[in-house]
């Protein structure tokens, strides 16, 4: 059965960590959302200008092709997307029953403090105070599952795996 977990949450909540952890453990292909944003978004985001919902749908769309091509392929996968709305989540899932969510939540003073140490990626600390405002978290319909992220990185991939079901390869 094909399984397709994409890792959500604020940016600095811990999705590209997790999801490294979760395609190594797994064998499974991993793709990072913010890698398909279409050279018009790069170009705003690097403009400092905030993208609105209709820059995001072409992206969000990508995303859900990359998911479908995997699908097709009878391969499972992680994705990261911060997925912030329900309507984003909409997008993605569209057409792919593989897909589940995995929400990462933690406190935002401990998100603020890790951040501090994320090397080469600035956040200024208005964006994760917009990220917190507009999130959506999710709905008991919507396929997936929340977990906390506070411990360490060792114990947040055990709780994703848990959460999920999934027993890495060769345990
Ligand atoms: N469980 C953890 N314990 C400590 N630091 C963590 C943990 N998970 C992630 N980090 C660190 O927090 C920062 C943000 O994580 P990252 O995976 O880049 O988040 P995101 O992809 O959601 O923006 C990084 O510096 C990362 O190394
Ligand atoms: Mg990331």
Request: proline share 6%; net charge negative; aromatic share 4%.
């Amino acid at each position: 059965m094909v399984d397709t977990v994409i890792v959500m949450g604020v940016s600095g909540a811990g999705k590209t960590t997790v999801a490294e952890d979760l395609a190594r453990v797994m064998g499974w292909p991993m793709a990072e959302g913010d890698d398909f944003h279409p050279p018009a978004n790069v170009a705003k985001m690097h403009e400092g200008q905030p993208l609105n919902d209709e820059d995001r749908w072409p992206w969000l769309r990508s995303i859900a092709d990359w998911i479908g091509q995997r699908e097709a392929e009878g391969q499972s996968s992680v994705v990261t997307c911060s997925a912030l709305k329900r309507s984003y989540r909409d997008v993605l899932r569209d057409g792919h029953p593989s897909v589940r969510f995995c929400h990462l939540i933690t406190g935002i003073g401990l998100i603020r403090g890790r951040m501090e140490h994320r090397k080469g990626h600035y956040m200024p600390p208005s964006l994760l105070e917009s990220q917190v405002a507009t999130l959506e978290p999710l709905e008991p319909d919507e396929n997936g599952v929340v977990v906390d992220v506070s411990g360490t990185e060792q114990e947040v991939l055990q709780a994703v795996l848990k959460a999920l079901g999934l027993t890495p390869v060769g345990s």
